[in-house]
């Protein structure tokens, strides 16, 4: 089994809808766990952060973690067609963050 | 404020030529990455910095990569006698410390903008 798994999608999505992206993770003592995003041709850039169990909202982003369950998701609310991109999940093993390899989505107008 | 700087943003050398990779980090940040990107491919890690040591250089693919850092700030990656394997997008990421918990310290990222390394 992987460390990190994403599903590499494509995820296709009408604009205004919700995007919903999920990562599940093998590794039970894991604490922290990142979502980045990264457009094509560009390098990664950090867009949410959680640690505790529960929903974290950010503006139209929310991060879900259940640790119990070993998944992390990312929702899109109002997904415009700038939200076309690849997402990357993190999730540290000691120091070093183990990404997944992504989930490509794309909003169409 | 200023960002992760990489240089050259792009390389293009001959095959068995060396090369040398810069990464300027964000002041102040303790943590400092390096990895490759090939075309369509996840992140592959290779080196990681605390200051400037490298405990962890589990991922450097091979002998002819190198990694150093000086004054906790400025790392070079060096690739001796490039192979067209080599080829790839190389991202450096300044980290800082957001909490420490029972496995170790987390970092959030903040990556530079890559060197693109084209082997001929």
């Known amino acids: 089994q992987k460390e990190v798994e994403q599903n590499s999608g494509p995820l296709s999505v009408p604009e205004g809808a919700i995007a919903s992206l999920n990562c599940t993770y093998s590794?039970?003592?894991?604490?922290?766990f990142f979502w980045y995003r990264q457009y094509s041709g560009k390098s990664p850039e950090l867009i949410m952060s959680i640690y505790s169990n529960g929903d974290k909202e950010d503006g139209r982003f929310t991060a879900q973690l259940n640790k119990a369950s070993q998944y992390v998701s990312l929702l899109i609310r109002d997904s415009q067609p700038s939200d076309s991109a690849t997402y990357l999940c993190?999730?540290?093993?000691?120091?070093?963050?183990?990404f997944g390899r992504g989930t490509s989505l794309i909003v169409h107008p | 404020g200023a960002g992760v700087s990489q240089s050259p943003s792009n390389k293009v050398t001959e095959k068995g030529k060396d090369v040398e990779l810069r990464c300027d980090p964000i002041s102040g940040h303790t943590a400092l990455y390096w990895y490759r990107q090939s075309l369509g491919q996840g992140l592959e890690f290779l080196i990681y910095?605390?200051?400037?040591?490298?405990?962890?250089k589990s991922g450097l693919p091979s002998d002819r990569f190198s990694a150093e850092r000086t004054g906790g700030s400025v790392s070079t990656l060096t690739i001796q006698r490039t192979q067209q394997e080599d080829s790839a997008v190389y991202l450096c990421?300044?980290?800082?410390?957001?909490?420490?918990?029972?496995?170790?310290?987390?970092?959030?990222?903040?990556f530079g903008p890559g060197t693109r390394l084209t082997v001929t």
């Open positions: 990421a300044s980290g800082v410390m957001i909490r420490s918990t029972r496995d170790g310290l987390s970092y959030e990222q903040y």
């Open positions: 993190a999730v540290p093993r000691s120091y070093i963050p183990t």
């Open positions: 590794d039970r003592v894991s604490q922290s």
């Open positions: 910095f605390q200051g400037n040591s490298a405990p962890d």
